[in-house]
């Protein structure tokens, strides 16, 4: 079983687990980490750590992070936070948001979905390197889900099951709810 542990609103981490629940995904368990719970994770041997929100302590909570050695750390960059220390750390950084510096961005947004563009080559869980470039992601018009949602899960499927993305571009909309 692999651990994903998010640090975000609750009701972000509740869509996040939706569609990664109804898109394929196996051996993964996806924890909700808080403000609350931060100091109870040390224990837990996380693959992916996300950081969706503000920290509250932030010099105490990113030793915490630190401490856990993730081997990816997926970042918001449109949040309140130092990643030039972050950098520094034993992990991948993979940074995503509106910020035009981010590794996973939004280069366009239509009707028929979102392109999300990929800025800088990557390595995926397998140790396979992912190429720069452009994927459309079609989302249900009804959806409620918001943008660093839609960010976060192409993340973590490009980095776990990049396969998954193309077949499910050709099958349905991507970001389908139930």
Do not use: C, P
Not at 90 to 114: D, F, H
Not at 123 to 139: A, H, M, P, Q, Y
Request: hydrophobic share 40%.
């Amino acid at each position: 079983m692999i651990f994903i542990g998010i640090i975000s609103e609750y009701n972000s981490f509740e869509n996040i687990k939706d569609i990664l629940k109804n898109n394929y995904i196996k051996d993964i368990k996806l924890i909700h980490i808080n403000q609350n719970s931060i100091e109870n994770i040390k224990n837990i041997k996380f693959e992916t750590l996300i950081i969706d929100s503000n920290l509250r302590d932030y010099q105490k909570e990113t030793k915490i992070i630190k401490e856990i050695a993730a081997k990816y750390l997926i970042l918001n960059t449109d949040i309140n936070i130092l990643t030039l220390e972050i950098k520094s750390w034993n992990a991948n950084l993979i940074t995503y948001g509106l910020n035009r510096k981010a590794t996973i961005t939004i280069s366009s947004i239509s009707e028929s979905g979102i392109l999300i563009y990929l800025q800088r080559n990557l390595k995926d869980t397998n140790g396979d390197i992912l190429e720069i470039g452009e994927d459309l992601v079609r989302v249900n018009e009804e959806s409620k889900l918001k943008i660093y949602e839609i960010l976060i899960v192409y993340t973590i499927l490009l980095i776990k099951q990049k396969s998954i993305i193309k077949e499910l571009q050709e099958n349905s909309n991507f970001f389908e709810q139930n």
